[in-house]
């Protein structure tokens, strides 16, 4: 299929095939969706919708406005999930008390968010093991690794966790 | 210590036990807090909008929700080339088995659409046509267009970032007697993590003279300005920053670059720096590609 865009001026340009824009754009988009559910299976789907939302106004569409028009194709998809699981489970009123926590943190907390030598998905799953209490597959799934993979950053941040934290030499 | 269903390792029972006091009160005060998937899709804003304003506010409130969201995004995710390869032919199956009403439906809505104008048309050339009735007599009042409020302009989002160092500040030595860039920088990032812009601010301007070569004065002063709402003056300390920064920091550069010369009202510019994030690959590519036809559409 050959895709037609419009340019500023209104002329219609054949700029490439579907395929390639496919090809060009679909990284980013599942990249994208991935951010968002954080579950290959439903990022692929939510890839695929925008795709074949893109096919259907090839014609329509001006050039200059992918992947962003791809990926806010996305964002409403995932939004449409959202308001079905809102219905389905009856969500909404288990979210209600969203409001952070001012309190003072205790300093594990600030060690957590504020060692240098962690890398933020070091942090994310020593918080999800440690204070959110899942499993290493639950964090894999999640975060879309692979079980060794967290295994791995928990080793790196336990060991360091261990290093502040050795007896007596709290900080 | 109750572990979880998976246990804990005979690393994890030895570290953790000391700590076990710590870590009751960390679960306690973050056990009421929206669920990752609820946090990742707020910071993509893509949850409908009464839960999105309302874990939007939890993420501006929780700099724990807010490292959560940046460690899952951490990871770099990909389509190989043979789930690549599958998904388009599944895309291509789906969008070429159009149901057989497809055509004709679109048909008959092109036909009634062509109407409709021919009909707007006519009646607006006989109201032309006509001399102008006093307002309170006129029957066609009600059909004048109603004036839709323009939406709201567009705001990109800005979000703290966790202060970071680059290599060449953590390993930066200067004379044996005299201080280091890490050392002098400190209360100025103490001051940033705290949310005292102002301080940071004018910490972090004499280190610019002091460490020319530094990208962490000019980075986080810039940051300081465009969070204490001094987008316009920002840009220029942006502007050093770009020169200074190595390839772990350029695409963060150029991000909050560009939500301070949308902030000051340099749509061109900004839209300028966020396609060329966005024709690249980086963490903030989806944002900026998100946020560059959001500009473009109000331009």
């Known amino acids: 299929m050959v895709a037609f865009f419009r340019t500023s001026e209104g002329a219609r340009i054949q700029m490439g095939t579907f395929e390639e824009l496919y090809r060009t754009h679909v990284q980013a988009v599942f990249r994208f969706a991935m951010s968002i559910v954080g579950n290959r299976e439903t ?28 990926l806010t194709v996305v964002r409403n998809r995932a939004r449409d999930l959202w308001r079905r699981k809102i219905v389905e489970e009856r969500f909404a009123e288990g979210v209600v008390a969203t409001q952070a926590n001012t309190a003072e943190p205790p300093s594990m907390e600030r060690w957590i968010l504020d060692s240098p030598e962690l890398r933020p998905i070091h942090r994310a799953c020593l918080m999800l093991r440690y204070v959110h209490e899942m499993t290493r597959a639950e964090i894999a799934a999640r975060l879309g690794l692979t079980e060794t993979q967290v295994k791995g950053h928990l080793q790196y941040g336990l060991a360091l966790l261990r290093k502040a934290y050795k007896p007596s030499e709290t900080v | 210590m109750k572990p979880p269903t998976d246990g804990w390792d005979r690393d994890e029972r030895e570290a953790l036990e000391p700590l076990e006091d710590e870590l009751a009160s960390l679960r306690v005060r973050h056990a009421n807090d929206p669920s990752l998937d609820l946090l990742r899709a707020a910071h993509a804003d893509a949850l409908p909008p009464d839960l999105q304003a309302r874990v939007s ?52 809505s092109r036909m009634v659409a062509a109407a409709a104008a021919l009909i707007i048309i006519a009646a607006l050339w006989m109201s032309w046509r006509r001399p102008a009735p006093p307002p309170a007599a006129t029957p066609t009042e009600a059909t004048v267009a109603r004036t839709e409020p323009s939406p709201a302009p567009y705001e990109m989002p800005l979000r703290k970032p966790d202060v970071r160092l680059s290599v060449a500040a953590l390993t930066w030595r200067g004379p ?20 005292d812009y102002a301080r940071a601010a004018a910490a972090l301007q004499p280190l610019e003279n002091k460490y020319p070569r530094a990208f962490e004065a000019p980075y986080y002063r810039a940051l300081s300005l465009l969070l204490g709402d001094s987008a316009t003056a920002a840009i220029p300390e942006f502007d050093k920053a770009a020169l200074l920064a190595d390839e772990t920091f350029a695409a ?29 690959t980086n963490a903030r590519t989806a944002d900026a590609c998100d946020a560059a036809s959001k500009l473009g559409s109000i331009r």
């Open chain 2, 176 to 195: 044996a007697s005299g201080s280091s860039l890490v050392d002098d920088i400190a209360p100025a990032l103490d001051a940033f993590r705290q949310s």
């Open chain 1, 43 to 70: 990022a692929e789907d939510l890839t695929s919708e925008a795709f074949i939302a893109l096919h259907r106004n090839l014609d329509a569409i001006d050039q200059s406005l992918l992947p962003g028009w791809l």
């Open chain 2, 57 to 108: 506010e939890h993420l501006t409130g929780s700099e724990w929700s807010r490292a959560l969201v940046s460690g899952a995004n951490d990871v770099e995710h990909s389509l190989d080339a043979a789930a690549s390869d599958r998904l388009f032919a599944r895309i291509t199956k789906s969008a070429t088995n159009r149901p057989s009403w497809f055509s004709a439906t679109r048909y008959v």
């Open chain 2, 252 to 280: 963060d550069v150029a991000w909050y670059q560009s939500v301070a010369e949308q902030r000051a009202g340099k749509i061109a510019e900004a839209r300028q720096h966020l396609e060329s994030l966005c024709h690249t």
